[in-house]
């Protein structure tokens, strides 16, 4: 195979120079044809005068094939053993890419972060981990630029053509051993000289125990207070949870901009650029955004607007004070402010649909399969950008309504009922800031709500989103606990081995996709498929599809599965700075989960067997009958829409 590979980059780069002689001969033709004459200058001043050739480096033909066959010698193929991990784009209802919970968070269906916030978890196999290269945010191009990139591929493809019409049988052959051979390389498994030469932990090395998280449950005057002592260098971090419990569903879309006004309008003292400088000068930041997580047990949804900021010690007064302004006496009587905040959030969701589309179709299958994630689609996925597109219109035409919704919003969700204040800082700090925290439970208003039922979760159902993208983002999911299963930690193990094996072998190396994720929620039981910028749709899921079969028949080695479950443990035991390790703490808190649940967790990771592989294949399989596909793309996307009946939704 290397051969063969030599000989045709060697065909290849021979066809170039070739044509780049064709170039160069026929730029020197045409510089022979016309001289440089200076503009205005009389015709019997220019002398019929032979011009000097134009000099050529072009080298000699055979040196070049030399070159050009030494250069494409081809160096035994080496498969991707460690793939690098990034966290995903977030496109929740948060303006940035942090999120205020740990990696192990895994109740969460929208992990959001406040400004104030300055640090980024790692991802884990619960938090929709990414197999992919980093994404830059797209470009619109002009007229120019789209014409000019037309005919470059007009070109490539003519190019291609006549190399192709060039070729004999005998070349053909050669192309298909060739592309056989890469195949072939591509499924073969790791030589054990080739994978022993990686260094590895074994369960020996991993810790029994879990780390527990200080926690201690309080009272400031009549407001319930969560702190943590953490050694936090002298810095107060700060959170303020209210419900989301009493907002109808029409008008959760209006909260997260109503939690970006609290901080981006101003107030009757001041307005929002006086604001925003008194913020960034007594303040580490202050920012608000929903947050969505599923209880544990009752798999009920957590909904929570969270006003965060931090501030040295001795700023605290500052900070506990401004929070009590902008949370009791924020002017919502700018509409041109406010339009603006709309148009932003309108084309933020706009720009990211594409480079963050697996996050979009995830969001949309977990809508299906939890209240929790129904909510979340709704703050921050396709029902969200329906919703602010509409709000963008309405701004213009009825901006008293809109006005109207803000302080419905206000009265429903910024008073004293249930609010909880997490501070996290060291005990010294903790203590100082007492009164400040009895002070703004005492500035929020009183008020009594009547928690809202929630609608029941719409029917799913297969659907592709059509956006214009050369690309897809192809995802299947279900929810297991649905389909019969019983949380055990040894998921944690499996679906880390899926995505780092089997999905990664078959999605990206040899389906050409940038990555693949298998998320699991254990909190709410959804469990998805997704793939990222994947140049395929059918074949991607009938890889997924064919998962039950790859669990029946593996053959896992000691070694392989001695690290999946390093790595499940690794995942579990992420390194937290100190104000992710109170955000952590108080999402466990919210959700009920337990330190005790979290230590039968660990062992039973610690403890997984291939009989726990071989069991899970019959999860899968039910999960391949009876689960939901979402493929965001283009005509891919649409095409397979119309060939297998699902429904079609033009969102871009």
């Not at 992710?580 to 067997?609: K, V």
Request: charged fraction near 25%.
């Amino acid at each position: 195979a290397p051969e063969l590979a030599t000989r045709w980059k060697a065909r290849m780069a021979a066809e170039q120079i070739k044509e780049e002689e064709a170039k160069a001969e026929a730029e020197e033709a045409e510089a022979q044809d016309s001289e440089d004459i200076p503009e205005g200058t009389p015709a019997t001043e220019i002398r019929e005068e032979k011009p000097e050739p134009v000099k050529k480096t072009v080298r000699p033909k055979e040196q070049q094939k030399q070159e050009a066959a030494e250069e494409a010698v081809v160096s035994p193929a080496v498969k991707d053993t460690i793939p690098v991990e990034l966290p995903p784009v977030d496109t929740t209802t948060v303006r940035k890419p942090e999120t205020i919970l740990p990696a192990d968070a895994d109740t969460l269906s929208v992990s959001v972060q406040p400004a104030a916030k300055d640090t980024v978890a790692p991802t884990s196999s619960d938090t929709v981990p990414a197999v992919v290269a980093p994404v830059e945010q797209p470009k619109e191009l002009t007229l120019k630029e789209i014409e000019e990139l037309r005919k470059r591929e007009a070109a490539e493809a003519a190019k291609l053509q006549r190399i192709y019409d060039a070729l004999s049988d005998e070349d053909h052959k050669e192309i298909v051993a060739c592309t056989e051979a890469l195949r072939a390389s591509q499924q073969a498994p790791d030589s054990p000289e080739a994978l022993a030469a990686i260094p590895s932990l074994t369960l020996a090395d991993l810790p029994r125990e879990n780390v527990i998280l200080p926690k201690e449950e309080g009272k400031a005057g009549d407001l319930a207070i969560l702190a943590h002592d953490i050694d936090t260098s002298g810095i107060l971090y700060a959170e303020i949870l209210f419900p989301l419990d009493a907002v109808p569903s029409e008008l959760l879309p209006l909260v997260p901009l109503m939690g970006r006004s609290l901080t981006e309008m101003g107030t009757s003292k001041r307005d929002f650029v006086e604001l925003g400088t008194l913020l960034a000068s007594k303040t580490g930041g202050m920012d608000a955004a929903p947050l969505v997580a599923t209880m544990r047990g009752t798999r009920m949804p957590v909904a929570k607007l969270c006003l965060g900021g931090k501030a040295t010690a001795d700023k605290a007064d500052d900070l506990f004070s401004l929070m009590a302004e902008v949370l009791t006496d924020t002017n919502f009587d700018n509409p041109q402010r406010f339009t603006q905040m709309v148009l932003e959030e309108r084309a933020r969701l706009e720009q990211s649909l594409i480079p963050a589309g697996h996050g979009t179709v995830i969001a949309r299958l977990r809508a299906a399969y939890s209240l929790a994630g129904q909510i979340s689609e709704a703050i921050g996925g396709i029902t969200y950008l329906e919703a602010i597109r509409a709000l963008s219109e309405r701004v213009v035409s009825d901006w008293d309504s809109v006005r109207a919704d803000l302080e419905i919003l206000r009265g429903l969700i910024l008073n004293r009922q249930d609010a909880i204040l997490n501070l996290t800082a060291d005990a010294g700090t903790l203590a100082a800031v007492q009164p400040y925290a009895a002070a703004l439970g005492r500035a929020l208003p009183t008020a009594f709500s009547v928690p809202l039922e929630r609608e029941p979760l719409r029917s799913a159902a297969n659907e592709a989103l059509i956006v214009p993208a050369q690309v897809n983002y192809v995802g299947k999911g279900c929810n297991i606990y649905d389909l019969g299963y019983t949380w055990h930690g040894s998921a944690h193990v499996i679906t880390r081995h899926l995505r780092m094996g089997w999905l990664w072998d078959q999605v990206r190396v040899q389906g050409g996709a940038y990555g693949a994720f298998c998320a699991l929620d254990r909190m709410s039981g959804s469990l998805a498929l997704v793939s990222y910028r994947d140049p395929n749709v059918e074949k991607t899921l009938a890889t997924y599809d064919a998962t039950a079969d790859y669990l029946r028949k593996l053959d896992l080695s000691d070694r392989d599965l001695t690290l999946a479950i390093v790595g499940a443990i690794g995942d579990l035991d992420t390194y937290l700075l100190p104000d992710a390790r109170g955000a952590a703490s108080l999402s466990r808190h919210l959700t009920d989960d337990r330190d005790d649940l979290r230590q039968q967790m660990r062992e039973e990771i610690l403890g997984t067997t291939r009989r726990h592989f071989t069991e899970f294949a019959d999860v899968m399989a039910e999960a391949a009958k009876a689960g939901t596909v979402c493929v965001l793309g283009g005509s891919a996307a649409e095409n397979a829409a119309t060939e297998h009946g699902w429904t079609k939704k033009k969102v871009l």
